[in-house]
């Protein structure tokens, strides 16, 4: 079943103050968002809902589609859920974005709670004694029996919440308050105290600590590697020349694809996410997605490097091998050595691209396109 991710983000945040809205601020090496967003890469197509002064701040989000939000949060949320639409997707997770520190086993929690149940949503009782009050006075007690801390990402059917939201009038706190002004009954999974919502400037010490801690291994916690391999095919159609691990060569054929078919950048590409645990370039960059038609692959395999840095994860090594008779790859190597370091943030010499032929067997033998396979070494500092 598809998962789709909806990132609201068109909140002014004004008590965390700051020159921009705190979705936009620094924190941690990133932007809050930024934290946001690496939290659910790979899970499946993703909207980020911001506000129409704010587009600027969010175009470097490859394969993420961008939506100016509404006047409520109801109605941004409602404008991702449309920009959703054409994904078709069997189930939606809508987060705040200023929720920068959402663990990944909350997430998974709230999807395995979807099949079985409507909606859900984490939530932490509340366990302090409550007070009413005014004028800085104790007035009264309230029971906090049945009471609960409401978070997000609070995961619907997609088809049920759209309904909800299109015929829901006025604002809303959350998306739970909307599925159940339609009669959709909602599980409650457990939260987690590190999933705060940033409001004001303290919190950005928090949460940087807490992204902290996730990076800084404990006491005799092995060290943290990752290993990760990608496999890619393309077939030569017609043409003049080939993109190979960034270096354009001269060829009687060019290889076929959506993008500009770099099928080494592509496979290092695949290696990254692999490694990540985040899915594959598709799931990233959409073949369906008419944005990516003829992109360069310096744009898929700069993004996964930027994830893997998010997660304070060095690239330590990246070996491709490039699986053709035809063009020759040797005179070229050094070059795509070069070309891959500048792209990925490495020195060269952490790069190995190298070429073999199938011995004129299968589809490379017969010339009719190239494979690539690749391997990427990841270590979490």
Known sequence: ??????????????????????????????????????????????????????????????????????????????????????????????????????????????????????????????????????????????????????????????????TAHRTHPGDAPDDVAVARAAGLPVQIVDGSEDNLKITTPADFARAAAILAARQTPQKDTPMDIRTGNGFDVHRFGPGDHVWLCGVKIAHDHALVGHSDADVGMHAVTDAIYGALGMGDIGQHFPPSDPQWKGAQSHIFLRHACDLARAQRFTITHADCTLICEYPKVGPHAAAMKIAMAAIMGMTPDRISVKATTSEQLGFTGRGEGIAALATATLVKS
């Open 1 to 162: 079943m598809t998962t789709a991710i909806l990132i609201v983000a068109a909140g002014r945040g004004t008590r965390a103050g700051g020159p921009v809205p705190k979705q936009w601020r620094p924190l941690a090496g990133a932007r809050v968002i930024d934290h946001t967003v690496a939290a659910f890469a790979g899970i499946g197509p993703m909207v980020i809902v911001v506000h129409a002064d704010d587009m600027v701040h969010a175009a470097d989000f490859p394969g993420v589609q961008i939506v100016a939000g509404g006047d409520t949060r109801a109605a941004s949320v409602c404008a991702g859920l449309a920009a959703l639409v054409p994904f078709a997707p069997d189930r939606v997770l809508i987060h705040d974005a200023a929720r920068p520190c959402v663990p990944r086993d909350l997430i998974e929690r709230v999807r395995a709670a979807l099949d079985h149940a409507p909606c859900a949503a984490p939530a932490l009782a509340v366990t302090d004694a409550l007070w009413r009050g005014a004028d800085d006075m104790v007035t009264g007690t309230q029971d906090r029996t049945g009471l609960f801390r409401a978070q997000t990402p609070q995961g619907f059917r997609f088809a049920d919440i759209l």
